[in-house]
């Protein structure tokens, strides 16, 4: 029976409009409503597929402020069993390797892990990096990009989609998986769920209490930060064709000329 | 006093939200024009537990309020496919048999309204009778152990889609010399003998449609009969509050939703320097409908949390009132964003002129401005009755 970890993140929704502090390029958390990552609901519904076919116990971590507690309730009211929330002011700002250090050392607090299950990008952030530092860090074999996952006692198969086609991992348990767009559509929290989920576990613990110095996170002193940023440009008009009898062609010129076809 | 709603309250609005997302508005316009109805919907509703959310645990529900549910209605009107069904099936039916039916007909029916898999249409409202409840003639003769039940009924939702219809109707008051009736609530089988219905063609764009029903002496057993024989009037009490509370959250849902898409337009729109919601012309007459769409949505939580408190007085009054404010704040809502969208406001497309007609339904039932007007005039102001 796999003891699973599921790593979530709050972000902000893609639905409302995204924007960073104009101080320091963090994100700006107060300008869009906050929800679970959507490819995070996808880490925690494979999960969840594990433990209905095979038992075992499914563990939510994020690392996150205050407020990240509504995406972690969310991953419980999905039916995830228990959390570990790591919250500590120190960490605004905290880059991608900060990041997976801070969370390897939260997934090291679960007890006999066999299994961590991540999202293979975050919406906000978009690098795409956590899973894979995250397995450097906890030693352990990294199947990133899935969009199937086979769990057979301790051997873990899974196939990676990737733009140069299927690739097909094996690998022994303790690992991190990846998941990808494709790998399942997630569950919506039935009523229940969203009932039982208040009365679950949630951890809470900061950086000191995972042994972790303050100033070796955070902005101050991230290895990477953000130094300039400006909006998209806004979409041009497109190009009208009036149909006079060779409106077809004319679309077939304009895609051609796209080199879109 | 709270005005927040429990983080579970806001969990259920938020998940029922996204699956509302889903479907959204585009999956009832193909549905209304391809005659299809909203079983993909309802059925995944159900299955997680929102259509029963106010359902005892004990009979496989959630064991919520009516606030639960108000808050699953609202929701789904919200994202553009409000369930007209819930306010009906769910809401008054699964009440009235939680609260007053017997133990046989709670384990019949409740199951079934916890999953969603049972509907149950209401049928109170009839052509000579019209709000005046007192002058319902639908009637019940015993026959044997059972009943024979006859009348008619119109302005019924669903029917065709429900495997039942609850029938307020009369029965002799055996406690009476003159032969008086008193009101009784009877459980139809839609497939019972004797009863017919038909579709009221409506000028109104909802997969949900409206019947006449025709009963002409239905023989139904004698447990067709809800709960005992003179709690008739405490029943009807218990489903109508909900009834109201419901339509208003139908309402305030569909204002938010017309709300929301005037909204987004008025900041994308551009056709001097600045969008046009940066006009006051646009802006102030969206900010108003916000407010009136705030202060129903008030009352009607009110409404539902002394309801759910056990206080079916209180209820009345705030159901009544959050009624009359919600529907008002939808049909402005949507006058006003169909006004933002000036022409588009009325394309198929945009998909708002198909909500003029049926915000205002809102106006109209399940209980009429007017008759809330008498109600609260004679209730709450104490004036004198006219009729």
């Not at chain 2, 319902?136 to 889609?161: H, N, P, Q, Y």
């Not at chain 2, 802006?283 to 949505?297: R, Y």
Request: glycine fraction near 10%; include cysteine.
């Amino acid at each position: 029976m796999p003891n699973i970890v599921v790593l979530v993140k709050q972000v902000p929704d893609t639905y409302s409009e995204r924007k960073l502090a104009e101080s320091d390029h963090t994100l700006d958390r107060d300008s869009a409503d906050a929800v679970l990552d959507e490819i995070n609901e996808r880490a925690v519904e494979e999960a969840l597929l594990l433990k209905e076919a095979q038992g075992g116990e499914v563990t939510v971590v994020s690392v996150g402020p205050d407020r990240a507690t509504d995406a972690i309730r969310k991953a419980l009211s999905m039916g995830a069993d228990k959390a570990v929330h790591v919250s500590d002011e120190a960490l605004r700002g905290s880059d991608v390797l900060q990041t997976a250090k801070v969370l390897a050392a939260a997934v090291g607090k679960v007890e006999g892990y066999d299994l961590v299950i991540a999202g293979n990008e975050a919406s906000d952030g978009q690098a795409g990096a956590v899973p894979a530092i995250l397995a450097e860090l906890l030693g352990v074999p990294q199947l990133t990009h899935a969009r199937k996952v086979e769990l057979d006692g301790t051997t873990l198969k899974v196939e990676r989609e990737s733009e140069e086609g299927i690739t097909r991992l094996e690998a022994s348990l303790p690992a991190v998986v990846s998941v990808g767009e494709k790998i399942n559509e997630p569950r919506y929290p039935s009523f229940k769920g969203i009932m039982a989920a208040k009365k679950k576990p949630v951890e809470t613990l900061t950086v000191a209490d995972l042994g972790i110095d303050a100033g070796e996170v955070g902005l101050g002193n991230a290895w990477t930060s953000v130094l300039e940023a400006a909006p998209k440009p806004p979409r041009t008009a497109g190009q009208r064709v009036t149909d006079e009898g060779d409106g077809g062609s004319k679309v077939a010129e304009y895609l051609v000329a796209q080199k879109l076809i | 006093m709270v005005f927040s709603e429990s983080d579970e309250r806001i969990a259920l609005r938020s998940a029922v939200f996204e699956l509302g997302r889903k479907y959204g508005h585009e999956y009832m316009r193909r549905q209304v024009r391809s005659g299809g109805k909203t079983n993909e919907l309802w059925d995944e509703a159900g299955k997680l537990g929102y259509l029963g959310v106010n359902v005892p645990e004990e009979f496989g529900g959630g064991g919520g309020g009516i606030g639960d549910l108000a808050a699953v209605c609202e929701e789904l009107s919200a994202a553009g496919c409000g369930l007209l069904l819930m306010v009906v099936s769910p809401a008054i039916c699964s009440t009235i048999i939680a609260r007053y039916g017997t133990g046989e007909q709670k384990r019949q029916w409740l199951p079934g309204f916890a999953q969603g898999t049972t509907r149950m249409a209401f049928g109170i409202t009839e052509p000579d009778a019209g709000s005046n409840a007192h002058k319902i003639t639908t009637t019940a003769r015993r026959d044997g152990d059972g009943w024979l039940l006859s009348g008619r009924k119109v302005f019924i939702s669903g029917v065709d889609e429900a495997d039942a219809v609850m029938i307020v109707g009369r029965i002799r008051d055996e406690h009476s010399r003159e032969g008086r009736l008193k009101p009784a609530l009877f459980i139809v089988p839609t497939n019972a003998e004797g009863f017919t219905y038909q579709e009221i063609e409506m000028d109104i764009a909802s997969p949900d449609k409206q019947f006449l029903l025709f009963l002409d002496d239905v023989s139904l057993p004698a447990d067709a009969l809800v709960g005992s024989e003179d709690a008739a009037l405490l029943q009807l009490f218990a489903g109508l509050n909900p009834e109201r509370i419901m339509a208003a959250s139908f309402a305030i849902g569909t204002g938010r939703y017309a709300l929301d898409k005037a909204v987004e337009y008025a900041k994308t729109r551009t056709v001097w320097k600045e969008p046009i919601g940066a006009h006051q012309g646009i802006a102030h007459p969206l900010a108003d409908a916000k407010i009136s769409l705030e202060l129903a949505k008030v009352m009607t939580q009110k409404a539902a949390a002394l309801y759910d408190a056990g206080d079916d007085m209180g209820a009345g009054e705030a159901a009544n009132m959050a009624k009359y404010a919600a529907a008002e704040a939808s049909i402005k809502a949507v006058d006003v964003a169909v006004q933002t969208h000036g022409g588009n406001g009325l394309a198929s497309e945009y998909g708002l002129g198909s909500l003029i007609a049926a915000s205002r339904i809102s106006r109209i039932a399940p209980v009429s401005r007017e008759m809330i007007l008498n109600f609260v005039a004679q209730n709450s102001l104490g004036l004198p009755k006219s009729y």
